[in-house]
């Protein structure tokens, strides 16, 4: 047989039939769901009278419009009437048709992206699905999943399937072992900065490489993530006994009885050697230092020793107006205003453990107006309250809150005012993607914790933690 890339392999196994112009009818084993995407959707499945094809592979969770403060209230503590009505329909939709749904005050709420993989819903070689662009965050344990719209999210409540073209296979190799305080969200901002975000167009990419081998299941689902920002369908990392440890015993992996058929079934998920790449890329990790973004795409992204690039055309001169900075600028220069740790790229346990080691014992900059750590889910809230890190963060100046979207985006009440600059650690950067005429900088848990500390970006490796 011939060599097999792992997207080819994934693909193929879910093919149903292709058509003479290629289009390909895939199968889809999961569907994460929110309340953004999915009401239209459920209001054409109702309009035509259709019925769910899998009503047990679908699973869904506020959390783009949920506050991030006290929710006593329910539903009603959800202020402006928009977001308060999505999460009423998503609540309502879900009751019709009988689909598990984690309501705001379950303790299993969470960012959707958080929850599947907590939960054990994100299983190898399947294909998943989201209304959400960073559903490729679940391809870490090699499966195939992307991002679909409003229209499909209806698709595949009605047949568990939809019309898709393959994508080409594109490698990135991260070979090498990354320096001390390099972490994966560096690894992928410092990708994205060499392809640019519109490197990956067109392809599917697999991260692989020493460098990717050696991060952990959190940190994988952190490149995952941010793959969509490289301009790619879909990103995957090969399964190992890392991703098969990390699945074992959560609620939705398979039982004892199967356990041992599924792995046996899951050691194929890798490229086989010899397997064709349209494209590859190598990358050094030993050339990576912690990186902060400096404009308004993720690919507008320098080292924190750097100083602001010159401007080279049209597009980074109206950054550099809209983030008012001038080139030539330290990045250390940059001051802050507000603090975010959180999102569906870093707010897993690991992430808040390593902003925790930073801020132990210390406390935020006069100058920073707030700083918010905001859980993943409530799993994740309970587990870092049962390690202390809640009192932490708290001791250190930052809001602990409840799990949500939260400042990633400008959905619910936590946003940036006019003209703020902010260090945050999620996935986007857009003008006013945190809040009309805010100013994000992207940057690692780590990296986010210091320059609270500090009002200003600064080099995390060189922070004495003893």
Request: glycine content about 8%.
């Amino acid at each position: 047989m011939p060599a097999k890339t792992l997207y080819d392999k994934l693909w193929e196994a879910h093919t149903v039939r292709v058509d003479e112009n290629g289009a390909t009818l895939l199968y889809i084993d999961f569907q994460l769901i929110h309340e953004v995407t999915s009401p239209q959707a459920f209001e054409g499945l109702n309009l035509a009278n259709r019925q769910l094809w899998r009503v047990s592979a679908n699973l869904a969770v506020p959390d783009h419009n949920v506050p991030t403060t006290a929710r006593e209230g329910g539903v009603a503590d959800i202020a402006d009437p928009l977001s308060r009505l999505q999460v009423e329909t998503l609540d309502k939709n879900c009751q019709n048709h009988a689909i598990t749904e984690f309501t705001r005050n379950d303790i299993r709420q969470g960012i959707v992206h958080v929850i599947g993989p907590e939960q054990g819903v994100t299983l190898p070689g399947m294909t998943i699905v989201c209304g959400d662009s960073h559903t490729s965050t679940h391809g870490a344990f090699g499966a195939l999943a992307f991002g679909i719209g409003t229209s499909e999210v209806e698709q595949v409540l009605a047949t568990q399937c939809l019309v898709q073209k393959k994508s080409q296979n594109m490698l990135i190799s991260v070979d090498g072992e990354v320096s001390s305080g390099v972490t994966a969200k560096d690894i992928i901002l410092y990708i994205i900065g060499k392809i640019g975000t519109a490197g990956g167009t067109g392809y599917t990419i697999e991260f692989g490489g020493s460098a990717i081998s050696a991060l952990s299941m959190e940190g994988r689902m952190t490149v995952c993530n941010m793959a969509i920002e490289a301009g790619a369908r879909a990103g995957i990392i090969a399964v190992d006994d890392k991703t098969i440890d990390y699945v074992r015993g959560r609620n939705y992996a398979p039982s004892e009885q199967s356990w041992a058929q599924a792995v046996a079934s899951w050691r194929d998920l890798h490229s086989d050697a010899g397997a064709h790449f349209d494209h590859i890329v190598h990358i050094d990790a030993s050339a990576i230092k912690p990186q902060v973004t400096w404009g308004t795409s993720p690919e507008m992204v320098t080292a924190i020793d750097s100083l602001i690039p010159k401007p080279t055309d049209e597009c980074t001169q109206t950054a550099l107006t809209y983030m008012d900075l001038t080139a030539d600028t330290p990045i250390t220069d940059i001051n802050l205003d507000k603090i975010f740790i959180g999102s569906c790229t870093n707010s897993r346990i690991e992430d808040l453990r390593a902003a925790a080691e930073i801020l132990k014992g210390k406390h935020i900059a006069a100058t920073i107006k707030q700083a918010l750590a905001v859980p993943g889910s409530g799993l994740i809230k309970a587990q870092a309250e049962q390690e202390g890190l809640d009192k932490i963060f708290l001791e250190a100046g930052f809001e602990w809150r409840n799990p949500g979207c939260s400042m990633c985006l400008a959905m619910n009440a936590d946003r940036l005012e006019a003209g703020e600059h902010c260090a945050s650690t999620s996935n986007r950067n857009f003008e006013g993607r945190q809040g009309p005429d805010g100013r994000t900088h992207l940057v690692s848990p780590a990296m986010a914790a210091a320059a609270a500390i500090a009002g200003h970006f600064v080099d995390v490796t060189n922070i004495n933690l003893k």
